[in-house]
């Protein structure tokens, strides 16, 4: 580290006393001792108990009086700076005279350009950590004193009746109902879960429903479990109408914030699928998957998933049997265990409708008419959809790898392949492909008035920053839209509505997400 000189430190001393300064000021040693008087360690290190950060500073400033010195600038040195200069001996002019070719730069702003970056970084590095350990530390959580209150959430009366208690086969057909308006949706991930919480947006926001949302993100802290407690505005006894954001379930939880009438409904997606997206969506921020060689790390995993995989690894449970653990189950447990049946059964008896992304139209029927809603309650547009460039095609070969990994989750899709089939078959084979047919109509419909261009496109070329979906990390793979520039007025609103994505939504229902959005701000920063 550079020291002054005996001779410049007492010419400083000098001038900050002529220039006005205190001559109390010291670094270290009792108040008011002169500089001249202090040892050049201690000029330069503060004393035990005091910051360094103001040894920086002071040193900066000392160098730049020294600068305005041996200008003779009046402003910074003092009315006698420049005479203090000129009648220094010639032989020490030289020292003056190289030293000032290093503080120029000084003077110039460079550290200040240094510090002001280094303190960006600090910021920024400092409040990254804080968002990881949220995301990776499940919160603390507090117990909430229940207090007597004249009823509970779970015993509250309802005029609508209650649905079936299990995904069993049912219709309401030919008889009429009510809209049914308190629903749990088990959102589950890579299952188009987004399109359907779009349609559940607009049908809460439509009848000014209650939605139990997250505090401070977009998910109930995930993949910790779900506990009452991270619900905004949540109080003993309150009841909602809908919650439907990623969770990990708990159903004792997810019940006593729900009238007993409400429906419970989830979507499946055929696991080897499943496992394609969420390995190339999860992969930057599994570890697991970092050490992986090769060119296609997928095929590389599959020919050996034991040889990388830990169940203990930082967001290990991405990479198997992930439909069974957002149920809140135990996904590396033995695919032949009694208890993987048992728990399949519980799901079925807790959830009124389990729907299958394969045969999306024909779910969204089957909701419509468990719900008793109107056809264009459950309009859509495909949200959250990758660009056709990253989406792996899994060869025979791929897709009975990646099966066999995720077997309970094959076990848990193949029992509720079952159950919806029956459901389609007491609905009406050919009054299903009527509804179908009508719904898929009324989408191009809409296709036509709302979306330039009349598809998706990438997220560089959407025009609305409003419009932008979230990305995964590190690239932008998720297609998104741009809304025509003219709608009839009776459209514009649903047309927007429609495609806002999930995010900007929740921020227009009042959904507190602060730790999402400077999770957002930090990764603009950083361009991931």
Same mark, same amino acid.
């Given at each position: 580290?550079?020291?002054?000189?005996?001779?410049?430190?007492?010419?400083?001393?000098?001038?900050?006393?002529?220039?006005?300064?205190?001559?109390?000021?010291?670094?270290?040693?009792?108040?008011?001792?002169?500089?001249?008087?202090?040892?050049?360690?201690?000029?330069?290190?503060?004393?035990?108990?005091?910051?360094?950060?103001?040894?920086?500073?002071?040193?900066?400033?000392?160098?730049?009086?020294?600068?305005?010195?041996?200008?003779?600038?009046?402003?910074?040195?003092?009315?006698?700076?420049?005479?203090?200069?000129?009648?220094?001996?010639?032989?020490?002019?030289?020292?003056?005279?190289?030293?000032?070719?290093?503080?120029?730069?000084?003077?110039?702003?460079?550290?200040?350009?240094?510090? &002001?970056?280094?303190?960006?970084?600090?910021?920024?590095?400092?409040?990254?950590?804080?968002?990881?350990?949220?995301?990776?530390?499940?919160?603390?959580?507090?117990?909430?004193?229940?207090?007597?209150?004249?009823?509970?959430?779970?015993?509250?009366?309802?005029?609508?009746?209650?649905?079936?208690?299990?995904?069993?086969?049912?219709?309401?057909?030919?008889?009429? &109902?009510?809209?049914?308006?308190?629903?749990?949706?088990?959102?589950?991930?890579?299952?188009?879960?987004?399109?359907?919480?779009?349609?559940?947006?607009? #049908?809460?926001?439509?009848?000014?429903?209650?939605?139990?949302?997250?505090?401070?993100?977009?998910?109930?802290?995930?993949?910790?479990?779900?506990?009452?407690?991270?619900?905004?505005?949540?109080?003993?006894?309150? &009841? #909602?109408?809908?919650? &439907?954001?990623?969770?990990?379930?708990?159903?004792?939880?997810?019940?006593?914030?729900?009238?007993?009438?409400?429906?419970?409904?989830?979507?499946?997606?055929?696991?080897?699928?499943?496992?394609?997206?969420?390995?190339?969506?999860?992969?930057?921020?599994?570890?697991?998957?970092?050490?992986?060689?090769?060119?296609?790390?997928?095929?590389?995993?599959?020919?050996?998933?034991?040889?990388?995989?830990?169940?203990?690894? #930082?967001?290990?449970?991405?990479?198997?049997?992930?439909?069974?653990?957002?149920?809140?189950?135990?996904?590396?447990?033995?695919?032949?265990?009694?208890?993987?049946?048992?728990?399949?059964?519980?799901?079925?008896?807790?959830?009124?409708?389990?729907?299958?992304?394969?045969?999306?139209?024909?779910?969204?029927?089957?909701?419509?008419?468990?719900?008793?809603?109107?056809?264009?309650?459950?309009?859509? #547009?495909?949200?959250?959809?990758?660009?056709?460039?990253?989406?792996?095609?899994?060869?025979?070969?791929?897709?009975?790898?990646?099966?066999?990994?995720?077997?309970?989750?094959?076990?848990?899709?193949?029992?509720?392949?079952?159950?919806?089939?029956?459901?389609?078959?007491?609905?009406?084979?050919?009054?299903?492909?009527?509804?179908?047919?009508?719904?898929?109509?009324?989408?191009?419909?809409?296709?036509?008035?709302?979306?330039?261009?009349?598809?998706?496109?990438?997220?560089?070329?959407?025009?609305?920053?409003?419009?932008?979906?979230?990305?995964?990390?590190?690239?932008?793979?998720?297609?998104?839209?741009?809304?025509?520039?003219?709608?009839?007025?009776?459209?514009?609103?649903?047309?927007?509505?429609?495609?806002?994505?999930?995010?900007?939504?929740?921020?227009?229902?009042?959904?507190?997400?602060?730790?999402?959005?400077?999770?957002?701000?930090?990764?603009?920063?950083?361009?991931?």
């Amino acid at each position: 580290m550079h020291q002054p000189s005996l001779i410049q430190r007492s010419r400083l001393q000098g001038k900050w006393r002529r220039g006005g300064g205190p001559a109390w000021m010291s670094f270290s040693g009792a108040p008011g001792a002169p500089l001249a008087a202090l040892p050049p360690s201690a000029a330069l290190c503060p004393a035990p108990g005091r910051s360094p950060g103001l040894r920086l500073h002071f040193h900066s400033l000392f160098i730049e009086l020294e600068i305005s010195a041996a200008r003779g600038d009046p402003t910074r040195g003092g009315r006698s700076g420049g005479a203090a200069a000129a009648a220094a001996p010639r032989d020490r002019r030289a020292p003056v005279t190289a030293g000032l070719g290093v503080t120029r730069m000084l003077w110039h702003g460079k550290p200040w350009r240094s510090m &002001c970056k280094g303190l960006v970084l600090g910021t920024l590095l400092t409040s990254f950590m804080l968002l990881l350990y949220s995301y990776a530390v499940p919160p603390l959580q507090v117990s909430v004193t229940e207090i007597p209150i004249p009823f509970s959430c779970s015993s509250h009366l309802s005029p609508v009746q209650a649905p079936s208690p299990s995904n069993s086969t049912g219709s309401t057909s030919g008889w009429s &109902c009510q809209p049914k308006l308190n629903i749990m949706f088990m959102k589950t991930h890579k299952t188009a879960s987004s399109t359907i919480l779009n349609i559940l947006f607009r #049908f809460g926001e439509k009848h000014h429903l209650k939605f139990a949302f997250p505090n401070g993100r977009n998910d109930f802290y995930y993949p910790s479990f779900f506990e009452r407690s991270q619900v905004q505005h949540y109080r003993p006894g309150v &009841c #909602f109408n809908i919650i &439907c954001n990623h969770m990990r379930f708990h159903y004792e939880e997810v019940r006593k914030l729900l009238p007993p009438d409400a429906t419970f409904v989830t979507v499946l997606r055929d696991p080897a699928y499943l496992f394609e997206s969420s390995f190339h969506y999860f992969g930057p921020v599994i570890p697991l998957t970092w050490k992986i060689s090769g060119e296609d790390k997928l095929d590389e995993f599959l020919r050996d998933p034991q040889h990388y995989y830990d169940p203990n690894g #930082f967001n290990a449970h991405y990479l198997q049997n992930l439909l069974f653990f957002d149920f809140g189950y135990d996904s590396s447990m033995d695919a032949n265990s009694p208890l993987v049946e048992e728990h399949i059964q519980e799901i079925d008896r807790r959830f009124h409708l389990v729907m299958l992304l394969e045969y999306f139209d024909e779910s969204l029927v089957l909701l419509k008419d468990l719900l008793c809603w109107e056809l264009e309650d459950v309009l859509y #547009f495909k949200l959250n959809a990758r660009k056709g460039s990253t989406v792996s095609r899994l060869t025979p070969e791929l897709y009975e790898q990646a099966t066999a990994w995720n077997l309970i989750d094959a076990k848990l899709y193949r029992y509720f392949n079952a159950t919806f089939w029956r459901k389609v078959e007491a609905y009406g084979r050919e009054r299903m492909a009527r509804d179908v047919a009508e719904l898929q109509r009324e989408n191009e419909k809409m296709t036509s008035i709302c979306i330039d261009g009349g598809h998706a496109v990438d997220a560089s070329a959407i025009q609305e920053s409003s419009m932008q979906p979230w990305q995964p990390l590190g690239e932008k793979t998720i297609l998104g839209y741009n809304l025509k520039k003219k709608i009839s007025k009776k459209h514009q609103k649903l047309c927007r509505k429609m495609l806002t994505p999930e995010i900007q939504y929740l921020t227009d229902l009042g959904a507190n997400l602060w730790i999402t959005k400077l999770w957002s701000y930090v990764r603009d920063f950083l361009k991931w």
